[in-house]
């Protein structure tokens, strides 16, 4: 009895050592605005890796019309001057419900950060993106409304200081603190609470990003996105949609959901990222954790460009052509991709479970004419001489229309139905009509296994309702159905939810 209580005592020790870190008193020498790094010693000891710094004394402030924050996906505007100033970032904790999984109308309770005085409908989560220039002062503060019912503070990873400014900006509700940090390092950057029960916080939503820009910005894109990958550590939701916070999935490192900026669906399907043929787009990209690390892959498509770590600092060297990416939990990294198809890159998480069971999904769909020099299905070659016909993506398509019920009994799982991209055809046709008491036959001419599983399916997620189940059906094999019951019965493939096809009986 006495080892258990022992363990007790030390679990509860790790769970709240950093939330304490916050609020203990700490001996420093004490600093002015006119000696805190100002014409001193300071700069010199990172002469060799930062920038010359102007001191505080002569810095001016940033132009009022600067933009300094947005929310993801969407970054604020590079840093392109080429002198440091002084600018003010104000910040807002935010407690309250919102959605975690919204095609399923599922909720959860989420803590966060927003603009101070933002008046729209906001989760908060993730928290807003900051941007700065290497060099910069910044002037944070951070307010906690009178109806908060927790304390709340920011570790800024990209702060060189106490806790990353965390034990000066603690707030109980109704407070504000603030602090005044030289951004060092150029780079994305994350930040979170550590109030409390510091994994506690993380896991409600209360992180973001800070973006720091080299002395020489990065060359110029047509876009630059905000992504961040997290974790939810809840219950299956209950009857009303409510998914509670479960701290013991966090201790047990065994999220339910894994999402892209802050919830299922954030950026895919009609909230899928653009760009056009010949355009390059940036993403910086922050894992938050809390504790997975993220394999960052374009399906579709390459990293053109990867900064490592996110250190954006010119002394480091960039990779081109990667296919995945990894970042550690509380890390980032910078990557960029090139319109090279007409198609819709599925960016993911490829430990794949996180992607297709858990959320981890987004889109980039880039918009242009179809090129054979890149990418084009064909006949398959006859004779084995090469060649064959090119079948365009939109001819492919136009072959099939998916909303036209075929009066048939036979429907066939095309070769290639396992790749999104042929996701119209899978089920070929799409939808069948058919009599009452009649028995469909599904014929599997892929190379891989399928199902033929009753229940919708968003295209990403799917939710089986027990009406019928094929199981495995193996490449060149069959399952048959006897509709006994008149109706409408979507179905889908559980190791594939874009594969989709829908039975009208009746």
């Known amino acids: ?29 004490a600093c002015t605005d006119n000696d805190l790094g100002a014409d001193g010693s300071s700069a010199a000891l990172a002469a060799e890796v930062v920038p010359e710094m102007v001191p505080l004394s002569a810095i001016q402030e940033a132009d009022p019309k600067e933009v300094h924050l947005s929310y993801a996906p969407a970054v604020p505007p590079t840093i392109t001057r080429k002198e440091p100033r002084r600018f003010d970032v104000h910040l807002e904790a935010v407690e309250g419900m919102a959605m975690l999984d919204p095609a399923n109308d599922v909720m959860t309770e ?3 950060f927003k603009v101070a005085g ?19 002062v910044v002037r944070i503060t951070l307010s906690n409304p009178t ?75 047509e876009h630059e996105w905000a992504v961040m990958q997290s974790e939810w550590y809840v219950d299956a939701p209950d009857a009303s949609g409510m998914a509670k916070f479960n701290r013991d999935r966090v201790t047990n490192e065994d999220p339910r959901y894994v999402t892209f900026n802050g919830s299922v669906g954030a950026i895919a399907d009609d909230n899928s990222l653009k760009m056009k043929l010949g355009e390059r787009s940036r993403i910086y990209f922050v894992n938050e954790g809390l504790n997975l690390t993220a394999n960052f892959h374009p399906i579709g498509s390459h990293w053109d460009k990867v900064y490592p770590e996110a250190a954006t600092h ?20 910078v990557v960029e991709m090139l319109g090279m198809s007409p198609s819709s890159i599925v960016l993911v998480d490829h430990a794949l479970t996180r992607a297709f069971d858990k959320g981890a999904i987004g889109h980039v769909d880039i918009d242009g004419k179809e090129d054979p020099e890149i990418y ?4 398959p070659p006859k004779g084995g001489s090469g060649g064959g016909e090119v079948i365009t993506p939109t001819t492919a398509a136009a072959a099939v229309d998916p909303d036209t019920p075929v009066e048939t009994t036979e429907v066939t799982i095309p070769k290639g139905s396992f790749d999104p991209a ?42 089986p309702d027990g009406k019928f189940n094929s199981g495995n059906i193996e490449a060149g094999d069959e399952f048959s159905f006897t509709f006994d019951t008149a109706g409408e019965y979507p179905y889908h493939c559980e190791p594939h939810p874009w594969m989709r096809g829908t039975v009208i009986v009746g």
């Not at 006495?2 to 020498?29: C, D, F, I, N, Y």
């Not at 933002?118 to 910069?136: F, H, N």
């Not at 304390?151 to 509700?173: E, K, Q, Y």
Request: net charge neutral; charged share 20%; proline share 6%.
């Open 376 to 379: 084009s299905k064909i006949e």
């Open 422 to 463: 042929n996701a119209a055809t899978a089920y070929s046709p799409p939808t069948i009509k058919v009599a009452v008491g009649d028995k469909v036959t599904w014929s599997n001419k892929d190379t891989v296994f399928h199902t033929v599983t009753s229940g919708k399916s968003d295209g990403s997620k799917a939710t």
């Open 1 to 29: 009895m006495e080892s258990q209580t022992h363990l007790h005592k030390t679990k509860l020790q790790r769970r709240t050592m950093l939330g304490m870190l916050a609020s203990t008193p700490v001996v420093v020498a």
């Open 118 to 136: 933002d008046k729209t409908d906001v989760s908060g989560v993730p928290g807003p993106v900051i941007r700065g220039r290497v060099g910069d």
């Open 110 to 112: 989420k803590w966060g």
């Open 314 to 333: 010119p002394d480091n060297s960039i990779i081109r052509g990667s296919q995945s990416t990894s970042v550690v939990a509380g890390g980032g990294t």
């Open 147 to 221: 109806t908060g019912k927790h304390p709340h503070n920011i570790d800024f990873h990209s702060v060189t200081g106490m806790h990353g400014g965390a034990s000066d900006l603690l707030v109980a509700p109704g407070e504000s603190a603030a602090i005044q940090a030289r951004l060092l390092y150029p780079g994305a950057f994350m930040y979170h609470c550590t109030a409390e029960d510091t994994l506690h916080h993380i896991a409600m939503g209360m992180y973001g990003m800070f973006i720091v820009d080299p002395a020489e910005p990065l060359p110029e894109v």
